[in-house]
């Protein structure tokens, strides 16, 4: 993590930090612009307006403007509110458009602020939002693309309190984080094999997930889509198509019902050949699958 001093001249404390802080926490913003860490404290500091932050952080840098044991002007909150005179305010840079730096300046953020809640002994509950301190929607991008628990988990992770929760994951993809995958995929509808493979089925859920969330369709789960998934489904997603080849089957429904309670679970490349016979197998994993269904065992 690559920090530079590039620090308010004393001259301009009295504009842009003119009390003396003791630290009580971290807050977030989105800057809502595309300019760097680099250009965004060189514009602050070089202003007459009193509006000011300790750090600005991009996909490269992160640039200490107001030393931690000064206020700063940018929680909203008056003269003497709490964000304005104890919370250490941090910009995320590239908010406006979004996208890869974005992505990239929110992880470099997220390693910030661990570092600071480290330094403090401070621990995550001392994490906040700008709206948490004034009515205004930020870090706007954040919440809107993401939601605020998402960057709360990315600083978990920084802090070893956590593996990564939403790591990128493709096709071939193994082990428990796909295993998390298929089960939020599943919470929309879907009804997948809780195997902890990213195969053909997971694929196609994957896929049809992004689309109908409007999404970039390209079967990789990386940070937006985990977003989405992440959230809970607000109504009912039954029309969500359980298996390829059984629309318009006289069992479809039966299918679908015992598809979404884990009981069966096709052929694992999204279909469920409903017209084939059953394998001893396959009738035995049902009955597996039925009992653990009633039991919970």
Excluded at 82 to 99: P, W
């Amino acid at each position: 993590m690559k920090i530079t001093e590039n620090l308010c001249p004393d001259g301009r404390y009295n504009i842009k930090c003119p009390y003396s802080m003791t630290p009580e926490g971290v807050c977030i913003h989105n800057t809502a612009n595309d300019a760097s860490a680099k250009n965004e404290v060189s514009y602050m500091l070089g202003n007459s307006a009193q509006t000011s932050y300790h750090y600005a952080v991009d996909d490269k840098e992160i640039v200490h403007a107001i030393p931690d044991s000064r206020n700063a002007w940018h929680a909203g909150d008056g003269g003497k509110g709490a964000g304005n005179r104890r919370y250490i305010a941090i910009e995320i840079c590239y908010s406006k458009s979004g996208g890869a730096r974005f992505e990239a300046a929110m992880k470099n953020a997220a390693e910030l602020t661990s570092k600071l809640l480290k330094d403090h002994g401070w621990d995550i509950s001392h994490v906040k939002k700008h709206q948490d301190f004034s009515d205004k929607y930020c870090p706007h991008r954040i919440l809107s693309d993401y939601g605020w628990e998402y960057f709360l988990n990315l600083v978990r992770a920084e802090l070893g309190e956590a593996e990564n929760p939403t790591p990128v994951l493709t096709k071939g993809a193994t082990g428990e984080a796909m295993k998390k995958l298929q089960s939020r995929l599943n919470k929309w509808g879907y009804s997948l094999e809780i195997d902890g493979s990213f195969g053909p089925a997971t694929l196609k859920a994957v896929k049809g997930f992004q689309e109908k969330q409007g999404l970039e369709v390209d079967g990789s789960v990386g940070p937006l889509t985990w977003a989405a998934l992440l959230k809970e489904p607000s109504e009912e997603v039954d029309d969500v198509a359980k298996f390829a080849d059984t629309s318009g089957h006289w069992a479809e429904e039966i299918i679908d019902e015992l598809a979404a309670m884990g009981i069966v679970h096709g052929d694992g490349n999204g279909d469920f050949r409903p017209d084939e016979p059953m394998t001893r197998a396959e009738a035995a994993a049902m009955v597996r699958n039925a009992v653990k269904y009633v039991t919970g065992k």
